[in-house]
C-alpha cells in the first residue's frame, strides 16, 4: 500500500487455520455459513500473523512483531526472512510500535532475554504495558520486561512519529491501538486486534476474539467502524489473510467489504 510517501509491507510470521466448528468469535457453526466469502474451503477461518513494515522519511518503523516461533496453531517464524525479502534486516528498524500486547503481536519483540531489534525504540500504549507485564502474567513479563528501559509510551490519540497517528481503541485490550498513516490527502488504516475477520466489519452483534472486555471492545469497534463508514479509506487488520488491505464500501445500507 503506497500513502504518498510511505510504503506500507506485509511482514508474514505465519498463518493460522481456525475451524468454525471450534466457538471462534463465539459464533455457531450456521451462523458462518452465510459468510462462505471469509473461509477456506475447509471451512476454516484462515487468520494472519504477523506485522506491517511502514517505510519513508527517515524512519523504518515495524508495527507488532509477529508472533515468533510459539507451538500451537498460533505458530510463526518466518518474520525475519519476510523483513528480508523487502531489503530490510532487523537492526534496519529504528521504531517497533504496538497495537497492543497479546502473545501473537510481540513473538519477536525480544530474544534470549534481550531487544531484538537493537537500534529501535520501542512504544506502546502504557494502559497495556500496565495490564500485561507483571509478574501476576509470568509469560508476558519475561517477553517484554527486557524492554523496560528501551519503552515508550503514549496515553492518548494524537501523533507518535512523522506521519503516524494513534486511535485509541480500549476493549480488546486497555491500550489497544489502531494507526492511521497519512501523507498528504491520502491515508490508510491498519486496525489492530479491533477486527479479526472482516466478518465483524459487517455484523455488528458478533463478537471479537480474546477480548479482555468483550462489550467495550464491540462498542469500540463498531463506533469506530460506524465513522469510517463512506469514507473508503483502505485499512487493514493484524489478521486479515496475507495481510491484505481493502475497503469497507457501503450501499443501501449494508456494507461490504471489498479486496482488489
Request: glycine share 12%; proline share 7%.
Amino acid at each position: 500500500m503506497r500513502v504518498g510517501e510511505f510504503e506500507i509491507l506485509p511482514v508474514v510470521d505465519g498463518t493460522a487455520y481456525i475451524p468454525i466448528s471450534e466457538p471462534f468469535l463465539n459464533m455457531p457453526e450456521e451462523a458462518w455459513l452465510a459468510h462462505r466469502e471469509f473461509l477456506t474451503s475447509n471451512l476454516e477461518v484462515e487468520l494472519a500473523l504477523g506485522a506491517f513494515l511502514i517505510r519513508g522519511g527517515n524512519h523504518t518503523v515495524l508495527v507488532d512483531t509477529g508472533v515468533g516461533r510459539g507451538g500451537g496453531p498460533f505458530r510463526g517464524g518466518e518474520l525475519v526472512h519476510s523483513l528480508a525479502a523487502h531489503g530490510v534486516g532487523p537492526d534496519d528498524i529504528t521504531d517497533v510500535i504496538f497495537t497492543h500486547l497479546h502473545f501473537d503481536h510481540v513473538g519477536w519483540a525480544t530474544h534470549d532475554d534481550k531487544p531484538f531489534f537493537v537500534n529501535a525504540t520501542y512504544r506502546c500504549d502504557e494502559r497495556d504495558w500496565a495490564h500485561f507485564v507483571r509478574p501476576e502474567d509470568p509469560r508476558a513479563h519475561k517477553k517484554l520486561s527486557p524492554l523496560t528501559e528501551r519503552m515508550t509510551f503514549w496515553d492518548r490519540g494524537g501523533n507518535l512519529l512523522p506521519g503516524i497517528d494513534t486511535i485509541i481503541t480500549p476493549g480488546h485490550t486497555p491500550g489497544s491501538t489502531v494507526f492511521v498513516v497519512s501523507s498528504g490527502v491520502e491515508r490508510a488504516i491498519l486496525l489492530g486486534d479491533v477486527v479479526h475477520c472482516p466478518i465483524e466489519m459487517l455484523e455488528e452483534e458478533w463478537n471479537g476474539l480474546g477480548d479482555v472486555d468483550p462489550e467495550l471492545a464491540k462498542r469500540t469497534r463498531n463506533q469506530l467502524l460506524r465513522e469510517l463508514d463512506g469514507t473508503e479509506v483502505p485499512m487493514a487488520a493484524a489478521h486479515f489473510p496475507g495481510l491484505q488491505f481493502g475497503r469497507m464500501l457501503g450501499a443501501q445500507g449494508k456494507r461490504s467489504w471489498v479486496v482488489p
